[in-house]
């Protein structure tokens, strides 16, 4: 009974925590556009964690833990994206954890916590309503639940009263209780805000309890004694096919056919060796960018399973030197692919997908490179999880203050026809389609046009563009929508001088 009592506050407190952070939540974003007050509710929870967590404070060290959450949200700040969003909740479930002393010091063992938690996350408020409902039946429910009630009917009555009277002594609070119209109040209670309340609910409750599910683990039966000392004596099939003549073999005839693919690239590639007939530089690029990635993996793998620590490969010098051989020519695999596309795009323009394809491109090479440390250190597969997914991390957390809407829109407007009278036409309405960023981009290009060629077109998208700062400026007008990235956006906006197409240039009309 003690034990439930002490653990009721507890519940009933975080609970209480919870209901103010969903009124929040419904104050900043129901029917309203999203832009700061995402930084600031995730400011918000952070604090509920730190308040129902109070034993934290006594370590030594707790206040390095905000600071670091307060940089993990910090690309909120600058615009409220997918990207930005998983990474603050990534930031909040490790403070989170960490605050209740559940957080592994492994940064891979730490990436499975964040998983389990966000598998989890949706399920825990119903939980814990149904583990505590069991408790309070098992030691007396009814009269816990009936105390808890008549705990408050005096400060509600007792409330209730006072604040009448300071009704008619105050015209003040009088005016203020006229204005709760018990209708209207009724019309807020709606499905899709009540389901909007639970969805809060039950985020913010992960949040405030943060627990993990608990895998059960099968353990194996052990093998009999007799058994096992025959799979020690026995060559198995597994032995031959992938033993350690069977894998220096195999890096020998890699190492030969990847050189083979690296002198071709070195030849047409940056050599500028003439083609065969029918076969055009930007066919050859886009044909071998990608599966030259999924061989690069393919060969990670192949390296990982070759050289496990501690077997008897991994031991071996000669199968480490063509390891670093094989891994380096990798490398050089991924720079090529990284050319090509780089080629490509220079005839094709740039789009979000060859953006990422980039950036994916760089970090395959950083996974070889890590590859390599790990044989060369003698470190475990552990450590290598870990060091490329703080890798990733850290190039996601770039990539949040990175504006790839504007850097498209100014790579395809700098490199068009119409700009420097090489390659391929602007796709104007591409660059339109990647919102407001691309609008000094699609300015420099409706003047140039302007300014040079027949205005039909031009005319057209500059209406369309004009439209769409007209929406703009009126979402930028609420104050939850501001970002930084965006206030650096409406500075441009109110300096830049209004786009006039001459009067001299008439648009062509049908049947002239």
Known sequence: MTALFSAAPSYCSRFGVAILLAALADFLFYGQPAGITVFLFALLIAAAVVAVHPAAFNDGRVWLKPIALLVALLPLAENVSTLSVSIALAALTVFALSLSGRLRHSIARIAGQIVLFGLAAPFRFVIDFIRWRRTARRFGGRRIRLAAIAVWVMPLTLGAVFLALFGAANPV??????????????????????????????????????????????????LPAVSAQAGKTATTIEDILFGKAAILRALIVFNILFALQTALDAAYLWGGAALPDGLSYASYAHRGAYPLIVTALLAAGFVLAALRPGSETSADPLIRRLVYAWVAQNIMLVISSILRLDLYVGIYALTYWRVAAFVWMGLVAAGLALIIARIALRKSNEWLLSANLLTLSLTLYAGCFINFAATIANYNVDHSLEMTGQGIPLDAWYLHSLGPGAFPALDRFLEHQGKTTAAGTVRELAGVRGSDEIWYRTIQQNWRAWSFRDWRLLRYLDTKEPFVIPSAIEPSMPGR
């Open 173 to 222: 609070i009088d005016y203020w209780l006229s204005l709760i119209d018990l209708v209207r109040l009724l019309d807020l209670i709606q499905l899709a805000r009540i389901a909007f309340w639970l969805f809060v609910l039950a985020a913010v409750w992960a949040f405030l309890r943060p627990r993990l599910p608990r895998l059960v683990r099968r353990i194996p039966r052990a």
